[in-house]
């Protein structure tokens, strides 16, 4: 990453003219790029260097896809040699070397009872593609339509990933609650929150006056990431299964972003041991490159030629650099590495609550961790309820972060959580490095004075400037 000081200097002029030219061109949609104005030209593990001369711990990691870090050489290596190789780097779905090998690959890392049966479909390369085919599939298989799917949800943009996400409504689509343990809506959290919310769940199902009709599948993130960085307790896990195999629902595990590692073990359904009917899986099965599948029970193998059909879905670079990815993850172990040192970083950013009230929450698995900021001034002392959160104050830590070269992305439904996705090569040093600019950035935003939150903040924000996902 050395850079020769002519270079710098030329990079450093082009930074504010690539970024004036991109607010004139570019959508009013676009998304980070408004809460993160830097123009990356060299990347390496968890450094980006922008045109401006400045290097940046980049903790988004391409909103959870780089799971080895920037331009890892395993990942480089793997596509020089498909690119030496002559072969082919546009397929559609025909069968390759490169392909047979990343499944094989892959194969190997899902859950054995479900890898033993195990069917895979190529999507188009985005994760909602692979949602909208777990949906299809599963009605195809079912006869049925209506899906079940959770507050708090998301997964992804097209119309059906749209309609079982939490910020939409469809009359196909039950809403049923997901555990919150820190604004849970029984007002109890924890376990006991969480059964509450299995209970309803349950309830909805049997009573034959719910107005739930029999549904196609059920849908849900093991750890919500969009949603606010919400780990869903094990044993609501099991429940969730329990219901849906004794009532023959299919359950989508959308592991887009839960996967290959991130939450500390392969896959987040590991933690409870639930093994789904449909995994949908992205991000960083691609090794950095677009790729998404479904992987599903054979049983539910039903549909016909071309039910799910794209014309991109046999990109060669991103199987061999996401065969390479899944392999280094699986024999480095990077996933208990992502536990034993995202368990060490939660530890330390309980420390930071500790020490600023506006810090209301700390929360996540693995290397998925949320950091919730309040405003304790608002808060309704009495009521048990935690205080509101604080979507400007968020804002103002995010660009207190980027001061001080640390790239973080917010999320959750007010936009009042800072997310942290480092990839799962961090070192401890960088770990290190890693909270320090972050405990910095909250001090000095809990200093400086910013609009109070009002509840109207975080819808704005996220029409606007807010996560995209
Ligand atoms: N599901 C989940 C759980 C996600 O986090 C995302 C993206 N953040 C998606 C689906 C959609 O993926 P994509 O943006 O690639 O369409």
Request: glycine share 12%; hydrophobic share 40%.
């Amino acid at each position: 990453m050395a850079v020769t000081e002519p270079a710098t200097t030329a990079l450093s002029g082009a930074h504010e003219g690539i970024l004036r030219r991109q607010s004139l061109r570019e959508s009013a949609a676009r998304t980070y790029a408004r809460s993160l104005p830097i123009v990356p030209v060299r990347a390496r593990g968890l450094t980006i260097e922008g045109a401006d001369g400045r290097r940046y711990l980049d903790c988004l990691s391409g909103a959870g896809t780089l799971a080895l870090g920037h331009n890892h050489p395993v990942v480089l290596e793997a596509i020089r040699k498909v690119l030496d190789s002559g072969a082919p780097l546009q397929v559609l779905d025909l069968a390759t070397p490169v392909k047979d090998a990343f499944t094989t690959e892959l194969f190997a890392t899902l859950p054995r009872q479900l890898a033993d049966t195990a069917r895979i479909q190529f999507c188009g390369p985005a994760g909602t593609d692979a949602v909208e085919a777990a949906l299809t599939l599963v009605r195809t298989a079912t006869g049925r339509t209506g899906m079940l799917a959770f507050t708090g949800a998301y997964h992804g943009m097209t119309a059906g990933a749209l309609a079982v996400s939490g910020g939409a409504r469809d009359v196909r689509v039950t809403r049923l609650p997901y555990p919150h343990n820190y604004r849970c809506p029984y007002g109890v959290g924890g376990e006991r929150g969480a059964e509450l919310a299995a209970r309803w769940t349950e309830n909805l199902l049997d009573d034959p006056k719910s107005g739930v009709p029999a549904p196609a599948g059920m849908i849900l993130e093991p750890v919500q990431g969009e949603g606010g960085v919400h780990p869903a307790p094990d044993a609501w896990m099991r429940r969730m299964r329990e219901i849906t195999a004794s009532r023959s629902i299919p359950l989508i595990a959308d592991e887009v972003q839960t996967g290959v590692g991130r939450t500390g073990t392969f896959w987040a359904v590991e933690h409870s041991g639930v093994v789904p009917d449909v995994m949908v899986l992205s991000k960083a099965i691609g090794g950095s490159l677009p790729l998404a599948v479904i992987v599903y029970r054979d049983g539910l193998d039903t549909w016909k030629p071309g039910a799910h059909a794209g014309t991109f879905r046999g990109n060669q670079l991103a199987m061999a650099a996401g065969a390479a990815t899944l392999a280094h993850v699986r024999e480095n172990r990077l996933a208990d590495r992502a536990a034993v040192l995202g368990a060490r970083m939660l530890g330390q950013l309980q420390g930071l609550a500790a020490e600023h009230p506006c810090v209301g929450d700390v929360r996540g698995r693995g290397l998925m961790i949320g950091v919730e900021l309040v405003d304790p001034e608002r808060e309704d002392l009495g009521s048990g309820d935690p205080p509101p959160p604080d979507p400007a104050l968020a804002a103002v830590v995010q660009q207190e972060c980027l001061r001080r070269g640390l790239i973080v992305e917010l999320g959750g439904r007010h936009s009042s959580v800072v997310r942290l996705l480092p990839p799962l090569t961090l070192t401890d040093e960088q770990a290190v490095a890693v909270l320090d600019r972050l405990a910095d950035a909250v001090a000095a935003a809990a200093r400086a004075p910013h609009p109070r939150a009002d509840p109207e903040a975080g819808a704005r924000h996220r029409a606007g400037t807010g996560p995209a996902h």
